[in-house]
């Protein structure tokens, strides 16, 4: 029974990479995306997995207390990749920064830090950072960030009565779309802003690049030859930043990897793949 386990395990593809980088889980949240995050970690192995902050939403456990199973189990799957050997790093966001009082400390195999030096496959030093410290809103006042998102729901309430009284003085509709859209051109500008900040920071402390995670937005790019990479998030975009073994640095797409992967390995042809592999194995 044992051997029978153990030959299956081999079979099995596997997406194998030097490193992993994750960040923004949100685990605590309803719009985490637990499931897919569980499946990629199925499917893949590494040597290290550094989670880069914001993988426990402890803010929104505060607030609202939900802990579905599927959560619990990307804890137990991080912890089970520590007990098989990989190297694992948990480092410290703004949401899960309750944590940061008992730094530097070990939960199981787990070391917990605020950051950690990456050295790449190709000799390069890479900043380990979540990145909420070099978030103007965040840096200034922490309240205000929270603020903004609360606010930003009764202004979508008000927008209502603002156009009821708008009318009543006999002006135009007050245009949410238009002001959305405003928003979304900001948004764009201050994500450009945050990772020109961050790549400055990396270029005055002599690293190669930073990896980061914190506005959710995946990112491989060059700002005056400091690399700045970002892990994006499982809440929206399902993403990850991987080392491959020759050195190289690139965003996983899960939704889009997982498709060519499983369908490739999951139907018929897995006999076949199988059947070659064992030729080749003897
Ligand atoms: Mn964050």
């Known amino acids: 029974m044992q051997i029978e386990l153990k030959k299956k395990d081999l079979m099995k593809p596997i997406l194998k990479y030097k490193s992993i980088f994750i960040s923004d889980v949100h685990l605590g949240t309803k719009g985490c995306q637990a499931d897919k ?8 192995r590494s040597e290290k997995l550094y989670c880069v902050g914001d993988i426990i939403d402890v803010w929104a456990l505060q607030k609202n207390f939900y802990w579905p199973q599927e959560h619990n189990d990307v804890i137990q799957k991080i912890l089970r990749k520590a007990r098989h050997g990989t190297e694992v790093y948990y480092v ?5 920064e309750v944590f940061r009082k008992f730094i530097p400390m070990h939960f199981g195999q787990i070391k917990m830090i605020n950051r950690v030096i990456h050295q790449s496959v190709l ?42 009284f708008r009318r009543l003085r006999g002006k135009g509709q007050w245009s949410l779309a238009k002001f959305l859209k405003y928003k979304v051109k900001n948004a764009v500008k201050y994500m450009g802003e945050y990772e020109k900040t961050i790549a400055e920071y990396g270029k005055k402390k002599k690293f190669d690049g930073i990896i980061c995670g914190h506005i959710h937005h995946a990112q491989n790019e060059n700002y005056d030859g400091v690399n700045y990479l970002n892990c994006g998030d499982w809440v929206e975009s399902c993403t990850a930043l991987v080392e491959n073994f020759d050195g ?19 139907n018929s042809d897995k006999e076949v793949i199988e059947a070659q592999d064992l030729k080749k194995a003897s």
């Open 37 to 44: 995050l569980l499946e990629f970690f199925k499917n893949t």
């Open 92 to 96: 410290i966001g703004n949401h899960d």
């Open 123 to 164: 000799n390069k030093k890479y900043l380990v950072v979540h990145g909420d410290a070099w978030d103007g809103v965040m840096r200034y006042a922490k309240w205000l960030s929270k603020l903004g998102a609360i606010a930003y729901e009764m202004l979508l309430k008000l927008n209502v009565v603002i156009n009821f």
């Open 248 to 266: 190289t640095f690139e965003i996983i797409y899960w939704d889009k990897l997982r498709e060519e992967f499983l369908d490739n390995h999951n």
